[in-house]
């Protein structure tokens, strides 16, 4: 994952975790600075005195998921009451984050 995710404790209203992917890229496409978009997502998302994961904790969420992906599915679920939370991430083939992460124009 090299540092682009971190897992965090959601708050239980949050069920649809395309949220919080359409948020980062809304504030991706504004051109807000990573700091701001991290912050922006937690205080929207993130359980009140709940835990932001480092990234080896959260390589061992993410490891715990596939875990428990039953054969013949492609699709794992984090533990209840986790979410994941985008950080910047470097270029990829030549293409910004923006481009390869985030869909958006240059």
């Known amino acids: 994952m090299e540092g682009i995710l971190s897992a965090f404790d959601c708050k239980p209203e949050l ?5 919080i992917g359409y948020t980062t890229r809304v504030l991706v496409s504004r051109k807000t600075l990573w ?3 991290e912050r922006q997502v937690l205080e ?6 709940g835990r ?3 990234c080896d904790e959260t390589v061992g969420l ?8 039953p054969p013949g ?10 979410a994941i939370l ?3 991430s470097a270029p990829w083939n ?10 958006l124009p240059d």
């Open 52 to 54: 932001v994961y480092t």
């Open 86 to 88: 985008f950080h910047a």
């Open 35 to 37: 700091p701001e978009i």
């Open 44 to 49: 929207r998302y993130a359980l009140p005195d």
């Open 94 to 103: 030549g293409f910004s984050e923006r481009v390869h992460l985030w869909q």
């Open 15 to 19: 069920t649809n975790m395309a949220k």
């Open 73 to 82: 599915e492609y699709r794992g679920y984090l533990p209840e009451g986790k």
């Open 62 to 69: 993410a490891n715990q998921m596939l875990k428990t992906i």
